[in-house]
């Protein structure tokens, strides 16, 4: 199954205010899953492309005072994200910057027969001009990269086929 996107919701109780976001889902057809799980597995490990490009976003934004390291959290971290909030069946991570706020919400919820729903929810609240420019700028990769991440769920956990020898 392939991530499709979905309706976002504004306003939401996660970021009052957001002015922007976007959502994917995927249906999850391994094992049961908990929101912390399905953050981690999308989000902790991203693949060496991704990762280029957020150490190139360090490098080009860090004139503009944009942050490059992400501020440590109480709750922990997932991949590079700060713990904002932790249910079973939502994770949210994020924070505050000087020219936008974000948060990604990740939830979990019962799918079709014994399969979940696993949805990507990015919320963002722009502050100044730096925030419009700079999402402008990244929300063509941004809708590369999530459902790229998403899929990886279940690319996964698909079950091995094994062909007999002869």
């Known amino acids: 199954m392939r991530p499709r996107s979905v309706t976002a919701r504004l306003p939401n109780a996660w970021l009052p205010g957001a002015d922007w ?31 280029n490009l957020l150490a190139l976003r360090n490098r080009l934004m860090a004139p503009f005072g944009v942050k ?4 440590a959290a109480a709750g922990g971290l997932v991949g590079a994200f700060p713990i904002v909030g932790e249910g079973e069946r939502e994770t949210v991570l994020g924070f505050d910057d000087r020219h936008l706020d974000f948060r990604i919400v990740i939830d979990v919820r019962d799918g079709p027969a014994d399969s979940q729903v696993i949805g990507i929810t990015t919320l963002v609240r722009r502050k100044n001009l730096l925030g419009y420019l700079y999402l402008a700028a990244v929300t063509p990769f941004h809708k590369a ?16 086929t094994v062909r007999a020898s002869r």
């Open 21 to 51: 976001a976007d959502c994917y889902e995927l249906l999850f057809l391994g094992e049961r899953l908990t929101a912390l799980e399905a953050a981690r597995r999308t989000l902790g490990s991203a693949p060496r492309w991704v990762r």
């Open 68 to 71: 490059a390291a992400i501020p």
């Open 145 to 160: 990269i999530v459902p790229t991440l998403l899929a990886e769920v279940n690319a996964r956990h698909e079950p091995v």
